[in-house]
T-cell receptor, first 113, second 112 residues
Framework: AQTVTQSQPEMSVQEAETVTLSCTYDTSESDYYLFWYKQPPSRQMILVIRQEAYKQQNATENRFSVNFQKAAKSFSLKISDSQLGDAAMYFCAYTSGTYKYIFGTGTRLKVLA | NAGVTQTPKFQVLKTGQSMTLQCAQDMNHEYMSWYRQDPGMGLRLIHYSVGAGITDQGEVPNGYNVSRSTTEDFPLRLLSAAPSQTSVYFC???????????FGQGTRLTVV
């Protein structure tokens, strides 16, 4: 069965600094998609970034980028120039050929002023 | 554009009561699903639907029913609420497989 693991329950970063959130997954599939979702205190789930497994190039969205290591089954999220508004719970998610998404347990990110 | 709309946002139930969480999407998405979010456990799939008239169980279906009579609506019914169903519930929809899921704003349900 596919699993997604986020081993960092909580992380802190100083404003304007860079932080990396870790995510590993387990799958026997070769074609799949990975996502990072942000959940601020408002509870809304917001897509941050997505990565297709067949693409070798790491996805980037403004200050957010991923380090996708397919062989190691690792999908970390790097947030550059951290802002107070980045404080949230971040979830890593996986899907493969279905509409089902498997989520990690989340990492709570605190941004220190 | 409304996206995925969930109601209510908050609800308190007594043990044994029943209720329906409403979910509607206006994006013509075929795929809809319900998740529950519990501390330290991420989001877990309750039920899902791949189109009108088609539903199936997810990871934690016990105590919940769903139906999909239209593409737009996917209500979740709690048959007899239990304290273990205290959670935050999310409805989600997606257009195709392997595309991003769009989420509603969530419902915080407390069963006392």
């Amino acid at each position: 069965a596919q699993t997604v693991t986020q081993s960092q329950p909580e992380m802190s970063v100083q404003e304007a600094e860079t932080v990396t959130l870790s995510c590993t997954y387990d799958t026997s599939e070769s074609d799949y998609y990975l996502f990072w979702y942000k959940q601020p205190p408002s509870r809304q789930m917001i897509l941050v970034i997505r990565q297709e497994a067949y693409k070798q190039q790491n996805a980037t969205e403004n200050r957010f980028s991923v380090n996708f290591q397919k062989a190691a089954k690792s999908f970390s999220l790097k947030i550059s120039d951290s802002q107070l508004g980045d404080a949230a719970m971040y979830f890593c998610a996986y899907t493969s050929g279905t509409y089902k998404y498997i989520f990690g347990t989340g990492t709570r990110l605190k941004v220190l002023a | 554009n409304a996206g995925v709309t969930q109601t209510p946002k908050f609800q308190v139930l007594k043990t044994g009561q029943s209720m329906t969480l409403q979910c509607a999407q206006d994006m013509n998405h075929e795929y809809m699903s319900w998740y529950r979010q519990d501390p330290g456990m991420g989001l877990r799939l309750i039920h899902y639907s791949v189109g009108a008239g088609i539903t199936d169980q997810g990871e934690v279906p016990n105590g919940y029913n769903v139906s999909r009579s239209t593409t737009e609506d996917f209500p979740l019914r709690l048959l007899s609420a239990a304290p273990s169903q205290t959670s935050v519930y999310f409805c989600a929809s997606s257009y195709l497989v392997n595309t991003e899921a769009f989420f509603g704003q969530g419902t915080r349900l407390t069963v006392v």
